[in-house]
């Protein structure tokens, strides 16, 4: 691939690198203001399922079909069951929930950036099957082999307690399966990282250790942060192996509480569960907001020019 | 750069982080190897501090869904008081059934379930649950449907304690005819009153064979033949026969008149009918507390069946304790099921935050006063047919509800019944 | 800290602290082993066992030495993967061939001792008495006795297994609010040692007449009955005492059933067996899946395929025009954008299934269409992947914009330098190097959505089906439609889902392959 040839255009005038303060308002437009117009469209797609999920969650009914996109009442009801408990040990849940989600995550992206500095930067016999492999391994249908795991933990259970069902513990390390499940992702962001960067380290003196972490991991702080966000929310919504792993009321995730709740009677709880999902995306967007500090900004200038 | 790499790991917050960067400068090959695989190991060490207790082994574990779990915590945790014992009330959030099997065959299951009684085919078949004996008086105060609906292969298998059954709702408002006894005089009643639907019944694009059965039943249709002791015969299945048949030719009229309607969906159904958009609706004792809620002036009776046809048999459910037969405490279970079965207290103190109508005769009796309805759906209940428990009902509900849905939605009646009775026939026998 | 000035006359040598730490370590994985390894063979878990046993000697083996690095990086999450990931996948191999599923989970043991225990049957006009169980020996052990108390007259009996029940002098006894509570030379059991022993008193059965014995029921409570059903081990047979019919094991379908005299299967109760390749014979000859098959594959690769582009098209394009560092309120658009990503899936799909009504969904409502997406296939198909787009596109969408922050300003800056317009640095400059980046993710987004049941399963539900078609919906992907197959009919069959895993499984496979031999992802991009 030729994927640096710079394009030369001697015609094209030379843009601006300083933006000039002021814009006429028709170039304003076809610089700017037309990204506005994509971005409020994308958001108008984006949002009004939500705005039906917040409405929903405002109105007391609960129903479906009395909840419309703006909310024709408004009532706080289903915010107040959840936190008093009288659906469940809601807060438990949401503790619960931080606990697994950020275990998790954390530890799916530390143990794939691992791997994936392997699979970039050396070079081993296996190494292309093992990729390979691996995105073969993640295709298996899983939802099928839901009996063996349960099985497999419930035994584990018997050994070492901690690890068994209706354990938090336990359910982690199963989702800890999914471990390398970044490793594409976050290889194909060290593939774009200069091999010359660290080969000048390595002959700096530096181990391969060294490289790994303070060359490389500066390097892709912005993949890291989202990758994480990535995995936090791709833990966040599981509820099949949680149903059946966590029954005990004080060890369920949000998830798999709210999917009890939804399950029980499906057109009259959906203002409870409405306002369940409301208060699982607030943390979510909040740790976005608190991410893009490294997502946004964040350049390899540190490393490279260093 | 410096400071938001270090603040990143701090959010990271794991001892992966610590030992990463101690192993940075240590400039050691393996020491950093070995070190981040104990920073991931410790993460799993620190939440099981954190979050696992001793596992809450209850001297008897109870596995429900989330409506009988509320309403059976406090009676269950008062009868375990008074007998010295500890009772755990769990809620499983998706597929009971199957996961009450699957934990029961590997030991981990619960020492009880609460379900409906059509379970029991498959619950047996899978050695899941032991039989229940029920004490001689306590089988007098309990109404015939329920002892029926947990005798399976002549054995009984639970201790019922509720039934529930579908019946028609109706708006006075929208209608003069609060307790239609046809199917055409409630669709005429509903056009007069100008509502914009004339029922919500949930048919929705897959079917819906439980709420569809009274009409069903009415034009002549029927699941499964019975043999010579009155056991269901999986080889004789009424789809595609005669009955089911004309039940299409019924349907297909109702959905060309817009009183069924696809689009009329389990989620919808019942706030249609709130809303005030819908003159009748057919479903169960569940909807009540909803249409008290919102303040519509009803009326409830039996599901009419059609004029000149058979009387329609909306399907009973029997809701019972069953005692796993792979829990850890199978005494504590037999114990409780003997209590509830005994007498009607536990059941009574349930009542107020599930209402459902008790199959306990002294029950009804106590509650006809303040909670007539409920009583009149337990006597409703009473005319109907207990669904039928066989594991072979699994093989009904998909290609009926299908076919029923696909009629209502204009299919021919008649091939598509008779194409659902061979997709049924097919299932079972293979 | 710096790594800047990485100190770079640092020898290579193994220094103290890491020697401790390693001791440490490796230590701490001994001690590990040495606790859980007896403990696994007390209770027979060869499974666990072995991955105990091997990865104790994969740490070994690896972070002892210096050798192995990629190793060293590479076991913590293929560890995890191995054990939770690929064990499965090969006991799900190993369910292929046996007949798992309803009615067939556990041992014939089992299934003999359920049929026999369910054959009680309570004596008609049972006594119901209240019992107290004793013993002369072990709490445990036994052997006991039952002491019981007619409610209704006070009457105290007695009765063992051998001695049977009879009635004894109230003095011998005493007896609290009517159950025996003390009784000299016995120990009452506590109702938790009941508990305890309640396997072997299940199986008590105390004579009380030739034809009915008293049986224990819960911890306090016994009725009178009998067991009509009794098995000879010998002759494998089950036999009925009242009217003395004998079942026997016989074959019916691929599965050993108890059968009675006609060859009729007399019990549903079966047992887990092995089947051979029945399984995979069923899969392949099935009519309503062979027809069916090509059809559901085809649009499995649409949907997969459709689901991929759109979203990432979407999510790319958004990230870049929103990319441009002099928008006002950007972090706020990117916040929006990520809102339908943050919201669990499976209440994305209530909701959207709720959008779709054809008379009271959102979308009809709101556009004044009338269109029937649920019940016409190709709409059905079109609000399949609309759905999927809106779930989807904020993941490509964050993605994109990482990575777009990934690339050095540098490289944007020569390209501008050098004359380039935006549009022309974004197509020609940005876009091959994101490329490089996400390539191998779109790769295994497909995968994903190859097998995505969810978005199918709680939106569709695989629908809608036409008349007299019963096996494919119109939505239905592969992975729904076979869920349906195998635990739709005839209730659980694990066994021919695990078959139906594992050939999905190699026909993933064998894509994937052909996948990368036309992309190259594979090939080094440095």
Not at chain 1, 237 to 245: A, H, T
Not at chain 2, 14 to 40: F, H, P, Q, R
Request: glycine letters at 10%; a negative charge.
């Amino acid at each position: 691939m030729s994927t640096s040839t710079t394009p030369r255009i001697p015609t094209a005038p030379l843009a601006p690198v300083a933006i000039p303060r002021r814009m006429s308002p028709r170039r304003w437009m076809a610089e700017i203001g037309w990204r506005h117009l994509v971005g409020l469209a994308a958001m108008a797609f984006a949002v009004f399922p939500i705005l039906f999920v917040v409405s929903a969650s405002l109105n007391p009914l609960g129903t479906v079909s009395s909840s419309g996109l703006l909310p024709k009442a408004f009532s706080l009801v289903h915010y107040e069951a959840l936190i008093s408990g009288s659906r469940g040990p809601f807060l438990q849940w949401y503790l619960n929930t931080l606990i697994v989600c950020g275990v998790v995550a954390v530890t799916q992206v530390f143990l794939s950036t691992l791997a994936a500095y392997v699979f970039s930067r050396f070079r081993f016999a296996g190494r292309r099957i093992g990729l390979l492999s691996l995105l073969l391994v993640m295709m298996f249908p899983a939802i099928l082999a839901m009996i063996a795991v349960y099985t497999m933990i419930s035994d584990l259970g018997q050994v070492i307690p901690v690890l068994g069902l209706n354990s938090l513990p336990g359910y982690i390390v199963v989702l800890l399966g999914g471990s390398l499940g970044q490793v594409w992702l976050i290889k194909g962001f060290f593939d774009t990282v200069p091999k010359e960067l660290d080969e000048a380290a390595i002959i700096d003196g530096c181990s391969h250790w060294q490289v790994f972490t303070k060359i490389l991991l500066p390097t892709l702080t912005p993949i890291l942060a989202t990758t994480v966000l990535l995995a936090l929310v791709g833990v966040l919504s599981e509820f099949l192996l949680g149903s059946i792993f966590l029954t005990a009321d004080d060890k369920k995730t949000l998830a798999v509480g709210l999917y009890g709740l939804l399950q029980g009677d499906r057109s009259n709880n959906l203002g409870v569960f409405a306002a369940g999902s409301v208060m699982i995306m607030i943390p979510v967007i909040i740790l976005y907001q608190f991410l893009q500090r490294y997502i946004v900004g964040g350049s390899t200038a540190g490393a490279v020019k260093g | 750069m410096q400071i938001r790499r270090q603040s990143f790991l701090a959010l990271s917050g794991v001892a992966a982080g610590t030992a990463l960067l101690a192993a940075c400068g240590g400039g050691d090959e393996t020491g950093g190897g070995g070190a981040s695989d104990a920073g991931g190991a410790s993460d799993a060490g620190g939440a099981e501090e954190g979050a696992a207790p001793a596992r809450a082994d209850a001297d008897l574990v109870i596995w429900t869904d989330e409506e009988k779990a509320v309403s059976l915590e406090e009676p269950a945790a008062a009868w375990g008081e008074a007998n010295g014992l500890t009772v755990a009330v769990q809620i499983v959030a998706d597929d009971l059934q199957g996961n009450f099997v699957t934990a029961n065959q590997a030991g981990n299951g619960p020492d009880m379930i609460l379900a409906a009684h059509d379970w029991i085919g498959n619950l047996v078949q899978n050695g899941s649950i032991s039989p229940v004996q029920l004490p001689g008086n306590a089988t007098e105060d309990i109404a015939p449907i329920g002892i029926e609906a947990v005798t399976y292969d002549g054995q009984t298998y639970g201790v019922p304690y509720a039934v529930e059954t579908l019946v028609l709702f109706a708006n006075k408002a929208l209608t003069d005819a609060p307790e239609p006894k046809t199917v055409e005089e409630m669709v005429e009643a509903a056009t007069a009153g100008g509502a914009d639907n004339v029922l919500a019944l949930p048919v929705g694009e897959q079917g819906d064979a439980y709420h569809m059965e009274a009409f069903y039943t009415s034009a002549g249709g029927y699941l499964f033949g019975k043999d010579s002791e009155g056991n269901l015969d999986p080889s004789d299945v009424g789809v595609g026969q005669e009955g089911s048949i004309t039940a299409g030719e019924k349907l297909k009229e109702l959905g060309e008149s817009g009183v069924l309607s696809t689009s009329i969906t389990g989620d919808n159904a019942i706030s249609l009918f709130t809303d005030g958009k819908a003159a009748y609706l057919v479903s169960g004792p569940w909807a009540l507390e909803d249409i008290r809620t919102a303040e519509i002036d009803y009326a409830m009776s039996a599901v009419p069946g059609f004029e000149g046809l058979d009387p329609a048999v909306p399907f009973a459910g029997v809701n019972a304790f069953y005692v796993a037969a792979g829990g850890k405490n199978p005494a504590f279970a037999q114990q409780f099921a003997t209590a509830v079965a005994s007498s009607p207290d536990i059941v009574e103190q349930m009542f107020p935050k599930n209402e459902l109508p008790p199959v306990s005769l002294e029950l009804q009796k106590k509650l006809a006063e303040d909670f007539p309805e409920i009583v009149k759906i337990a006597e409703l209940a009473a005319d109907g047919d207990p669904m039928p428990a066989i594991p072979e009902m699994a093989a009904i509900w998909q290609p009926l509800g299908q076919a029923q849905a696909n009629i209502v939605g204009g299919a021919d009646p008649e091939s598509t019944m008779v194409s659902a009775g061979e997709e049924i026939t097919g299932q079972i026998s293979g | 800290m710096s790594s800047t000035h990485a100190p770079a006359h640092r020898e290579r040598t193994t220094t103290i602290p890491a020697i401790v730490v390693r001791v440490l370590f490796l230590g701490a994985v001994l001690a590990v082993a040495a606790f859980t390894v007896p403990l696994m063979i007390e209770l027979k878990q060869w499974m666990w066992l072995t991955v105990m046993v091997l990865a104790t000697v994969a740490i070994f083996v690896l972070y002892s030495t210096k050798r192995f690095v990629p190793g060293k990086y590479l076991f913590p999450g293929t560890f995890f993967l191995v054990v939770f990931l690929i064990t499965p996948i090969i006991l799900t191999i190993g369910y292929s061939f046996t007949n798992f599923g309803d009615g067939t989970r556990g041992t014939k043991e089992q299934a003999v001792d359920s049929i026999v225990a369910n054959s009680v049957q309570q004596t008609e006009d049972s006594t119901w008495y209240n019992l107290a169980v004793a013993t002369q020996g072990d709490p445990v052990e036994g052997p006991f006795t039952l002491f019981l108390v007619d409610p209704e007259t006070g009457t105290v009996y007695r009765g063992d297994e051998t001695a049977p029940v009879q009635e004894i002098s109230a003095d011998e006894v005493t007896v609290t609010s009517g159950f025996v509570t003390e009784a000299e030379g016995y120990t009452i059991l506590d109702a938790r040692e009941v508990n305890a022993a309640y396997d072997a008193l299940q199986a008590f059965a105390v004579p009380i007449s030739d034809t009915s014995a008293v049986r224990v029921q819960g911890a306090n409570q016994a009725f009178e009955g009998t067991t009509m059903l009794s098995y000879d081990d010998a002759t494998d047979t089950l036999t009925d005492s009242l009217t003395g019919d004998e079942f026997t094991v016989g074959k019916v379908g691929d599965t050993e059933y108890f059968v009675d005299a006609d060859g009729k299967r007399a019990f549903s109760q079966s047992w887990l067996q092995s089947v051979g390749a029945s399984n995979y014979e069923r899969l392949f000859t099935d009519a309503g899946i062979a027809k069916q098959f090509g059809a559901a594959f085809v649009w499995t690769l649409v949907f997969a395929l459709g689901s991929v582009l759109l979203t990432f098209v979407v999510g790319f394009a958004l990230a870049l025009v929103l990319n441009d560092e002099r928008m006002r309120g950007r972090r706020l658009y990117r916040s929006v954008l990520l809102m339908p990503y943050a919201v669990p899936g499976f209440i994305s799909l209530l909701v959207w299934s709720n959008f779709y009504n054809r008379d009271f969904g959102l979308i009809n409502e709101t556009l004044g269409l009338n269109l029937d997406w649920m019940g016409d296939p190709t709409l059905a198909k079109a609000a399949v992947l609309l759905t999927n787009l809106w779930m989807g596109f904020p993941y490509m969408f964050i993605v994109s914009t990482g990575a777009l922050q990934a690339i050095p300003n540098d490289v944007t800056e020569a390209a501008r330098m050098d004359g380039a317009s935006r549009l022309q640095t974004t197509l020609k400059v940005v876009t091959p190097l994101l490329m490089v980046a996400v390539a191998p993710l779109l790769v295994a987004s497909f995968a994903f959505n190859f097998n995505n049941f969810n978005a199918i399963q709680l939106l569709t539900e695989g629908g809608p089906f036409l008349p007299g078609e019963y096996t494919r919906g119109g939505t239905d992907i592969l992975i729904s439609m076979i869920y349906r197959i195998a635990f739709g009919g005839s209730g659980a069959d694990f066994g021919f889902a695990s078959a139906v895993s594992v050939a999905l499984f190699a026909l993933t496979g064998v894509l994937a392959a052909i996948q990368f031999r036309f992309t190259n992802v594979l090939e080094d991009v440095n």
